[in-house]
């Protein structure tokens, strides 16, 4: 998440997600929340989510405070929120979302633009495009969402803006690794050097959101990528801890292989608890579902022992340092919950609401600190609460699919 963390709703809303929260505090993870609002093709009813998005997201669609630079937007944040909009059944607040994104950040060309990753108020005063280099999370969630929207609200318009998208990751972004096969880069600058040796992040690399790719295009490359993000945290977590970054380097012309990154370490922190997350929503019916929780174990050892995530893990030694910020144990949520661990899952959700109701209820004149919380929060409760779920193919099992379908069937 490019070191950004969290938001706070103002506090002319706060008393509504508050008695939100003190609510999932009392309550487990299991479906009791599950069906909120599914009856009828109606926007959900989702306080945390509407409320957030009232005070983040502007009338035009730029969302707010998702950089901890003052008035920037990253593409992380736009394309998270057009997911949270779709999740919502919000096809107008989504619309806003893209639309800003797509004339902001890929001049109304996602065939040839890449969505650049940071734009703001530069020291120029001008409102413009600071850095052109894409993240390539956002680009995958980006063309997810679309392709998603495209099928869930029948419009077809978002399937060819995907597509187009796709071209250009495609072409861009997919190398092809020696010994290894396809991967994604982080970016299209910055990541490979002198063809030798690449920079990698596992969480841009959701496994759903691989296997919705490979299904959108089959003869892609998305099913290779998808394996070798699998194989990728397998290699690099010898202790079942993973980094943020990866490095992968050629041996010879024919072979390779993954090493710490010798400029970011094996720093697992901000940008790998998004791993676990990933891999706790991976449907349980994908194959690598299990695998890849194996090769994870080492997170769920520390909450047993200690009940709380570390914010930083040296994952060569295993050794952990600090307290994480209460979004780490949202994210960890479907992890657990995944794992088999429903006790301290249970635990851990109302250590989550009681944080986040804390948190929200002292003045912050900096919400861009709160924004990363608060997006793990709602991805992390939003799931364990069954607002949504993956299938095995990638798409979205969502409460209100099927009203909606025979909304526009009739």
């Not at 609510?23 to 957030?52: F, I, N, V």
């Not at 997919?174 to 299209?188: A, Q, R």
Request: aromatic share 10%.
């Amino acid at each position: 998440m490019r070191n950004t963390r969290y938001a706070a709703v103002p506090l002319s809303r706060r008393r509504q997600v508050i008695g939100l929260l003190a609510g999932l505090a009392a309550a487990p993870w299991l479906p009791a929340m599950a069906a909120a609002g599914a009856s009828g093709c109606t926007s959900q009813d989702w306080p945390a989510w509407q409320s957030w998005a009232a005070a983040h997201v502007q009338d035009d669609g730029r969302v707010l405070h998702s950089s901890l630079l003052p008035n920037h937007t990253t593409s992380e944040g736009q394309s998270y929120h057009m997911l949270l909009a779709l999740i919502a059944n919000d096809p107008e607040r989504f619309a806003k979302v893209w639309d800003w994104t797509l004339h902001n950040m890929l001049g109304n060309d996602p065939g040839k633009i890449l969505p650049g990753w940071l734009w703001g108020q530069g020291s120029d005063g001008k409102w413009q495009m600071q850095d052109a280099n894409s993240a390539s999370d956002a680009d995958l969630w980006i063309a997810y969402t679309l392709l998603e929207a495209a099928r869930l609200w029948q419009r077809p318009n978002y399937r060819k803006q995907a597509q187009a998208l796709l071209d250009n990751i495609e072409a861009r972004l997919v190398v092809d690794l020696p010994g290894l096969g396809k991967m994604l880069l982080p970016g299209p600058q910055g990541f490979s050097q002198r063809n030798v040796q690449w920079t990698l992040n596992p969480s841009y690399l959701p496994l759903p959101l691989l296997r919705r790719l490979h299904k959108e295009r089959p003869a892609g490359p998305w099913q290779q990528v998808a394996d070798n993000t699998v194989r990728m945290i397998q290699a690099s977590a010898p202790r079942g801890f993973v980094a943020d970054w990866v490095g992968y380097r050629m041996l010879t012309v024919q072979s390779g292989q993954f090493e710490v990154d010798p400029a970011k370490g094996d720093l697992g922190s901000y940008d790998a608890i998004r791993v676990y997350l990933w891999a706790g929503m991976t449907s349980p019916r994908d194959t690598a579902a299990a695998p890849l929780l194996a090769a994870l174990d080492g997170m769920r050892r520390v909450l047993a022992a200690t009940g709380a995530p570390p914010e930083k893990v040296q994952v060569t030694s295993g050794a952990t340092e600090g307290q994480a910020p209460f979004g780490f144990s949202a994210a960890l949520l479907p992890y657990l919950i995944a794992k088999g661990d429903t006790t301290l899952a249970v635990q851990l959700q109302r250590t989550v609401a009681q944080q986040l109701e804390s948190g929200l209820a002292q003045p912050d004149p900096r919400p861009e600190i709160l924004y990363y919380n608060v997006m793990l929060g709602l991805f992390g409760l939003g799931w364990a609460e069954k607002r949504y779920q993956f299938r095995d193919d990638g798409t979205l099992n969502l409460p209100w699919e099927k009203s909606c379908v025979r909304a526009v069937q009739r």
